[in-house]
């Protein structure tokens, strides 16, 4: 199976909202997915969304034993999931660094919640999960939605923190 290119900031479709997915049992699907597996392992992500290798549907994977992008993270379930849903469990928050493969270089540190309930079909188990989830797993869940809503960490990013976003190799904090 082919790994995609992966579309960077300022490709439109990144700002899209992706559609949801009637069917999953299709061929086509079963080859998106196959598609955006090689391409995640190939750029060592953490995560990835269906948006990012062009195309727009509600579909993303993450998940790993060890990352070299996240060398501090603990381990998060591999997960495959369609039509993915989140919500916050409470008004906990996480202030962390975090990066994109379609923003290539760049980190930024963002708000987000910290432990959220979480549900979508898995794509491997063939059923309907859901899920609790905190710490970098809830980030990494939250980064992938948020690609099937059209949003970018960037957008994220506090305005009077913005100084602390930037090229990795410039910055002083990961
Ligand atoms: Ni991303």
Redesign the pocket.
């Known amino acids: 199976m082919p790994i995609r290119k992966i579309i960077k900031f300022g490709n439109p479709i990144l700002s899209w909202r992706a559609k949801e997915i009637d069917d999953v049992n299709t061929a086509e699907i079963a080859s998106l997915v196959e598609d955006m597996i090689d391409t995640m392992q190939h750029h060592d992500g953490a ?3 269906a948006p ?1 290798i062009g195309i727009s549907k509600r579909l993303v994977i993450f998940g790993f034993d060890k990352n070299p992008r996240y060398p501090e993270a603990l381990p998060v379930p591999y997960t495959i999931l369609a039509n993915p849903e989140y919500e916050a469990v409470d008004d906990e928050t996480d202030y962390k660094m975090e990066g ?4 290539p270089g760049i980190r930024g540190k963002v708000l987000r919640f910290k432990k959220i309930k979480y549900s979508g079909f898995d794509m491997e188990k063939k059923c309907k999960i859901d899920r609790v989830a905190e710490g970098f797993h809830a980030r990494v869940v939250q ?2 939605i948020d ?1 099937l809503n059209g949003i ?2 960037l957008q994220r990013v506090l305005p009077e923190d913005f100084h602390l976003s930037g090229f990795e190799d410039e910055l002083s904090e990961l």
């Open positions: 995560g990835i969304a990012q994109c493969l379609s923003i980064h992938e690609h970018l960490f």
